[in-house]
């Protein structure tokens, strides 16, 4: 999932009706890059929590991936760096991630 231009309290209802149309399955990792994000209010965060909450309830994870400055210091303020698993790039997130041994 991409991310670009402001996640606030007028495009955060999008994105969270866009939230049960996401297929995941157990074992999954879901990747939102933020990188094109300009701005994150609460309305922002609690979306990303709520895509969170959803994963996990899918058994599956999440990772934010290319958290501009600006983002990443309301994120430290808020404590959502102990969150979300965060990455320079998909590549590196991709390369982090062991999926679940099967069994």
Do not use: K
Not at 22 to 47: H, M
Not at 55 to 83: H, K, N
């Amino acid at each position: 999932m991409t991310m670009a231009g402001e996640l606030d309290h007028h495009s955060a209802p999008e994105v969270r009706d866009l939230l049960p149309g996401l297929s995941l399955v157990t074992g999954q990792r879901l990747l939102v890059d933020l990188g094109g994000l300009t701005f994150c209010d609460s309305s922002g965060i609690t979306v990303l929590i709520a895509a969170r909450n959803q994963a996990l309830a899918a058994r599956a994870t999440i990772a934010l991936v290319a958290v501009p400055d600006r983002v990443r210091r309301i994120f430290g303020i808020v404590g959502l760096e102990q969150v979300f698993p965060t990455y320079p790039t998909v590549r590196e997130a991709a390369a982090a991630w062991t999926p679940p041994a099967a069994g």
